[in-house]
């Protein structure tokens, strides 16, 4: 494209933050949420066994990511704004990060090509979870998309609207064409979800590297790459933690159950991990804004806005919980295979158990500006150490409420914890009805909604699933209503210094 045209795009985008924004939040919850708006695809395509077998893959291409490049893309949300003001250094910065997460990835995926095997040996009790070739198809795939990553971060720090459109965008697009044609049309199943991952992995790698053909360089600034890994290698303990906080409990449940009920757990949780995917989305989206108020040494902390933006991290998630229970509890409209339809007993208690987890997504953003890696790894080693203590003591009896029952104390635990520390490192000033009070009466309203539908009044969930959707969403619209005309204000904005 022109570049005249792509810098008159993005000037236009950074007159309209608002439309940045919804841009940014979109696809950032796309990316990840391709596994759920395929999940009707999955569940059509596939029996409950390969269903269970295709989520443990993804649970192992997670854990792939996080050592795949050192998670260096982590150090690009932060470290990047200690060459802000200086381009040259940017662009030196970007091509150091992008090339050493090449290099690390390759060291990597050796060490993984030597003990993979062992590797899935040893965890897994199904023998339908091979390294041979699931494990390496998804490793590589893990590899290539934490490459692609560190330019990710770096277009939307840049607020390149459009770049970040093509690169996302055909990752997108690519990974959904070539799963469907190699499910629908070469018929290979579960094999053929894990190459159509990697093939758009790849494809988007080439294309990053047309659009910046200098990118790549062997000649390392020594500083910029020990700066950046002392901040992303003392996250990673974290990330493995968090990854047993979200994932571990299929990775348990796994060892207790066969694949089919995995399969079911791994359905319900695609419907609850949509509240996270969104939360994500919009704490993607909002961040530069908000970083960029905490950067700014020249003027006072602007607490009104940084508790406006936050405000939208809890809140937004709470407008698609409503959806999430309709369909859970009307699954029988997208599969008929019945032992899937037992999830809408389970899916109320754990939309409030993945709730939990925003809290620490808040909380967690203002420990990653402070720099304190060490407090975040430590605090989320004792939620760990809580959640497997009760996963062993609940799984094995009670199985998926097991999980549910272990997720909800460990993400209570966590958002303790990480508010008392990041109110002492960053501190915010939040608002007690925003933060507190809203969730509070939204989830006594909802249980309360369950109670007299399904207890008392015996109706079935299909019709609890309808009259909450109604209710809840109207709840929730009406509580945030006000608050529209104050989030245009700020986005409209064209900088965060006129907010």
Known sequence: MPKKFLQSFNKKAEQQPFLG????AVLNFLRPAIYIILTPFYLYYLSETEYGLQDILVIIGAFFMILSTLRLSSAMLTVYYDYLDDRAKLKLYLSNIFSFS??????????????????????????LVQFYPYGLIVLVSALLFEINMVYFVYLRNEKDLLGYVIVVGAQILLTIIFQFSLVIFLDLSVLGLVIGNLLGNALVLMIILYREPNLITWKFDKKMISKSLRFSVALIPYLLIYWVLTRGGKFVLEKYADLSIVAVFALLLTLANIIIILVEAVVNAIRPFLFEIFADRTQSLQEGKVSLLTKMIVNVPLLIIPLIILVGSNIWLITSKTVYHVIEDYITVI???????????????QLVFAQRSGVITALSFVVMVVLVACFYTLVPT?????????????????????????????PIKYSFRNIILVPLVFFLFLFGIEFICVVHLHLPRSTFGMVQFVIMTMIIVSLNYSSIGEYKKVFLTRSTADM
Do not use: C, P, R
């Open 351 to 365: 939309a409030l158990a993945t709730f939990m987890l925003v809290y620490g997504k808040l909380f967690y953003q």
């Open 21 to 24: 924004l919804v841009v940014y």
């Open 398 to 426: 009670l199985q998926i409420w097991g999980v549910i029952y272990a997720t909800l104390a460990a993400n209570v635990l966590m958002a303790i914890l990480f508010y008392f520390a990041a109110q002492h490192y960053q």
């Open 102 to 127: 090449i290099l690390i990835a390759g060291v990597v995926g050796i060490v993984f090509l030597l003990f993979g095997e062992w590797l899935f040996q040893s965890l897994f009790h199904s023998d």
